[in-house]
C-alpha cells in the first residue's frame, strides 16, 4: 500500500523559513518522480517542485525559484522542500505527490499547511 506522509508545515511569519518532508512506503521510492504541490484557499491547486528519481532533473515553478529547494534523500525515503523568503502569498496546504513511471501523479498525500503573517 503506497503512502504518503507529510510534515513540517507550522505558522511562520514573512521573511522566515520551513523545512517539509514527505515520507514514502510501499513502492520502489528511488525509481519514482516525486512532486511537491499546494492549494491555498478559493484557488486552484498549483504546482511547486518536482525531482526526479535520481535528483538529476529537477523543476521549480517560476515564483518559487531561488526561494525553495526540492531535495530527496532516497535512503529514507523520503522528499524535502526546503523554504525561505517565506511571503503572506505562500500560505497554503503543500502536498507531495509520486509519479510511479506513467506520466501521472499516482499517489497523494494528506497535505501539510503553511501559514505566513
Known amino acids: 500500500q503506497v503512502q504518503l506522509v507529510e510534515s513540517g508545515g507550522g505558522s511562520v511569519q514573512a521573511g522566515g523559513s520551513l523545512r517539509l518532508s514527505c515520507a514514502a512506503s510501499?513502492?520502489?521510492?528511488?525509481?519514482?518522480?516525486m512532486g511537491w504541490f499546494r492549494q491555498a484557499p478559493g484557488k486552484e491547486r498549483e504546482g511547486v517542485a518536482t525531482?526526479?528519481?535520481?535528483?538529476?532533473?529537477?523543476l521549480y515553478a517560476d515564483s518559487m525559484k531561488g526561494r525553495f529547494t526540492i531535495s530527496r534523500d532516497n535512503a529514507r525515503n523520503t522528499v524535502y522542500l526546503q523554504m525561505s523568503s517565506l511571503k503572506s502569498e505562500d500560505t497554503a496546504l503543500y502536498y507531495c505527490?509520486?509519479?510511479?513511471?506513467?506520466?501521472?501523479?499516482?499517489?497523494w498525500g494528506q497535505g501539510t499547511q503553511v501559514t505566513v503573517s
Open positions: 505527490a509520486t509519479d510511479l513511471g506513467g506520466g501521472s501523479w499516482d499517489y
Open positions: 525531482i526526479a528519481g535520481g535528483g538529476r532533473l529537477i
Open positions: 510501499g513502492y520502489t521510492y528511488s525509481s519514482d518522480c
